[in-house]
């Protein structure tokens, strides 16, 4: 399973444009990224997943170089309400999941 | 999108009782469950990972015998803890992964705050 290594924390101010950046230098070729928010006492919630180059949807950006070594998350102009854990995920999905460990996440703080 | 209903969100027991959480997928099959727990501050640690159908693959340092999973149907899984102590206090989350559309993502249940006095 790769393993992923992520800032443990960050800041940002309202309004700011966020980039968390996850390294998985052993992804493997059939590995999926995926990233996940989780507020305090909240199951994780799907936020955005790629395989390579950009994905954008209506909350973040994804962006994957081409050698899919590293991720970056990126969240347009953040609010209070952003503040949580972060995680990325790196695994394998040929007909479902077959199994999901966490890394450490990265515990964004949104400051007024 | 999918939605997997943890219950209940919420339970404390008395020291040596047993407790046990649900995880249903509601509109779709999950032929794969995984439950973690989640320690304050900490990340999701993977417990077990249970295939509909078949016993439960348990990760290293997970005791089978004090955390019993069942997984009759394909959409829905338990988790029992049994002869509960203060140290198995914690949150508890379960995810499920399923088939055809919905198994691009992992979908995940709201946790469970477990408190055993």
């Known amino acids: 399973l790769a393993k992923t290594t992520q800032p443990i924390s960050m800041d940002s101010y309202e309004g700011q444009e966020v980039n968390i950046t996850c390294s998985h230098n052993n992804i493997a070729t059939n590995d999926y990224i995926t990233w996940y928010q989780q507020f305090p006492s909240q199951g994780p919630r799907f936020i955005i997943q790629g395989y390579k180059t950009k994905v954008t949807n209506e909350v973040a950006s994804l962006f994957i170089p081409a050698d899919r070594k590293s991720s970056t998350l990126s969240l347009p102009r953040v609010s209070l309400s952003d503040t949580a854990v972060y995680y990325c995920?790196?695994?394998?999905?040929?007909?479902?999941?077959?199994?999901?460990?966490f890394g450490t996440g990265t515990k964004l703080q949104v400051i007024p | 999108g999918a939605v997997v209903s943890q219950h209940p969100s919420r339970v404390i027991c008395k020291s040596g009782t047993s407790v046990k959480i649900e995880c249903r997928s509601l509109d779709f099959q999950a032929t794969t469950m995984f439950w973690y727990r989640q320690f304050p501050k900490q990340s999701l640690m993977l417990m077990a990972t249970s295939n509909e159908g078949s016993k439960a693959t348990y990760e290293q340092g997970v005791e089978k015998d004090k955390f019993l999973i069942n997984h009759a149907s394909l959409t829905l899984s338990t988790l029992t803890v049994t002869s509960a102590h203060p140290e198995d206090s914690s949150f508890y989350i379960c995810?499920?992964?399923?088939?055809?559309?919905?198994?691009?993502?992992?979908?995940f249940g709201s946790g469970t705050q477990l408190s055993v006095l």
């Open positions: 995920l790196v695994a394998p999905n040929s007909g479902g999941y077959q199994k999901v460990t």
């Open positions: 995810s499920a992964s399923g088939t055809g559309a919905h198994n691009e993502k992992l979908f």
